[in-house]
């Protein structure tokens, strides 16, 4: 894998802000083993630099990440033994950070692409985005707390309606259940997602950081709900249903 593929830019660029941008466009951002270390990384050293004060998630036009690359995850699946995904770590980075995260959607926003946001603090997204969990349908089960996170936001049916019916949503419908805070054009994505990031950074980040504590109250049952998902999750990801669920998949 190029090492191109996570691009993260430092606040010597964007005062204040750190830029973790998706740069897989020929996949669609799938995100690959080798992807999810560089931005758990990324995360690590964003919240031990005093200079970084907000995080943002980009990505290419047109697609903000298809979700797993399902080869990487066959191949895990394939492994024996060993410890979770690399997946795994870079969820408890983005849930346990203590700065502001922000997301800029353009596009296709399927499976992780989707949770990624439930843990943004503001996410803009552009009028053709497309929200989407099929983790049922590759024969899995959701993660990043998001069978947590999901019914909060949305309440039960819109949330059973994306995480088991694999129902797909626009950025309208995405915004009005609050899973996103702003729909733009395409072309105005990256520039108000940065926008509020600057605003966000310019802020007294004290006041900032007991606030969103505040808002988000104690993270222990979201860390139990992701240790939770993750013993199904590789529990299923290793079962002959989501084998033949990949395998299909990768036929089409």
Known sequence: MSDDHILVEHPE????????RFNRPEKKN????????????????????QAVRVVAFLGT????????????????????????????????????????????VDGLAIGIGTTLNLHCD???????SLFRTPFVDLALVPE???????PRVMGHQRAFAMLVAGESISAEAACAAGLIWKVVEPEAVEKETLALAYSLAKKPPHALKITRNLMKGNGDALLARMDEELVHFTAQLRS????????AFMRR
């Open 144 to 150: 990043a707390g998001s069978s947590l996170l999901m």
């Open 240 to 247: 002959a249903e989501a084998r033949a669920a990949f395998e």
């Open 122 to 128: 503001m996410t803009v997204a552009s009028s053709r």
């Open 61 to 104: 036009e047109g697609c903000f990440s298809a979700g797993n690359d399902l080869g990487d995850f066959l191949n895990f699946a394939l492994k024996e033994g060993g410890g979770p995904p690399a997946a795994f770590e870079f969820l408890q980075a983005l849930a346990t950070i203590e700065k502001p995260l922000v997301s800029g």
């Open 30 to 49: 799938a995100i690959t083993t080798a992807m999810y270390v560089r931005m758990t990384q990324a995360l690590h050293e964003a919240a031990n630099h």
């Open 13 to 20: 660029t964007h005062p204040g802000v750190m830029v973790i």
